[in-house]
């Protein structure tokens, strides 16, 4: 991993996605293996990404585009209130 985009030091709790940019091609089919979220004490995050079947790389499979579940950012849906939400305001995250 080269970059994550948007790169500032805190994201607004509504982000919707975000890019990891690679230095060289990286394989398709296997993304959800190795991304996690790590939460402001360093655990994983559980199941903070809308993980569709299709990756959505740019056309040199260097650019990853990531979604968060968009059900655990807005509130008032069932599954931020079932699991909480992903980003909290003023905790950080990995």
């Known amino acids: 991993m080269q970059h994550v985009f948007p790169s500032a030091a805190a994201l ?3 982000q ?20 996690r979220l790590l939460n402001h004490e360093g ?3 559980d199941l903070p990404f809308l993980e569709l079947d299709q990756e959505l790389w ?7 585009t990531i979604l968060f579940d968009p059900g ?15 980003i909290e305001q003023g905790k950080p995250t990995h």
């Open 16 to 35: 919707l996605k975000f890019y990891v940019q690679f230095s060289a091609p990286m394989s398709r089919g296997e993304a959800w293996k190795h991304i």
């Open 58 to 64: 740019d056309p040199n499979y260097q650019r990853l």
């Open 72 to 86: 655990r950012i807005k509130r008032g849906l069932l599954p931020r209130e079932e699991a909480g939400p992903i």
């Open 12 to 14: 607004p709790a509504n």
């Open 43 to 45: 655990k994983p995050v």
